[in-house]
């Protein structure tokens, strides 16, 4: 995305790890003419949370899609943070009615909910759909919100370390946790790159709060 620097504050380990914070880049896939006359097509759909024996495919009113047929549906292969994608040829100025399926370990299929979705075929192109319409129950799981200085163990030197962290990976495995929280450990981008916001009231586990220098005050 432009603007963003590597390493930046916005490029957060705590999407990429336990919730999908989807992004495809456009300049992903190569699209182009193809000798038979038609246009190559790139589809990407978001499907968080999907079991792992579940496929997803795409499905459309032409033969190209499988006209609509669950077994004649094109396969989408899985990508990063939970996104789907995958290249097709389309005939030129053709309006394509398609849908997103999923399939099951038992090859049970579940359509999309809502109308179907249309495109009207132009020219080369990279279809970036969102978030597939799949009826889902809410994530949900027990967790626990810690401070890092309180994981004091018996190799800690006085307060707890990050050193201290795989000992509460191990307990929370243990006793079915399955979402952790960590102070000072926690995100604090604002939507703007480079741009920081205060989710809460300033204190000092905060990197964007000051401190009164220990020197100063004892006058070294």
């Known amino acids: 995305m432009a603007g963003r620097r590597r390493g930046s504050l916005d490029e957060s380990a705590v999407p990429r790890c336990f919730f999908a914070r989807h992004q495809v880049e456009e300049n992903q896939a190569e699209v182009a ?17 999907l079991p792992p024996d579940s496929k997803v495919w795409l499905a459309g009113n032409i033969n190209a899609l499988g006209s609509w047929a669950p077994d004649f549906a094109l396969p989408m292969k899985r ?6 994608a995958t290249e097709v040829l389309l005939p030129e100025n053709t309006a394509i009615a398609y849908k997103y399926c999923i399939s099951g370990a038992e ?3 579940e359509w999309e909910t809502g109308e179907n979705r249309t495109l009207l075929t132009a020219g080369i192109a990279v279809i970036d759909d969102g978030f597939a319409r799949f009826p889902r129950a809410n994530w949900r799981g027990a967790g ?4 890092v200085f309180s994981l004091r163990s018996g190799k800690s030197l006085g307060c707890g370390e990050f050193a201290d962290l795989p000992l509460l990976g191990e307990w929370a495995a243990a006793t079915g946790i399955r979402l952790l929280q960590l102070l000072p450990v926690n995100d604090t981008t604002g939507a703007a790159p480079g741009r920081i916001r205060i989710p809460m009231p300033p204190s000092p586990p905060l990197p964007c709060t000051r401190f009164i220098s220990i020197c100063h005050l004892s006058g070294k």
């Open 33 to 49: 003419v193809n000798d038979e006359g038609g246009l190559v097509h790139r589809f990407a759909v978001r499907v968080p949370l």
């Open 79 to 84: 990508q990063e943070n939970g996104v789907f």
């Open 107 to 109: 090859d049970n299929w």
């Open 144 to 147: 626990v919100a810690v401070p």
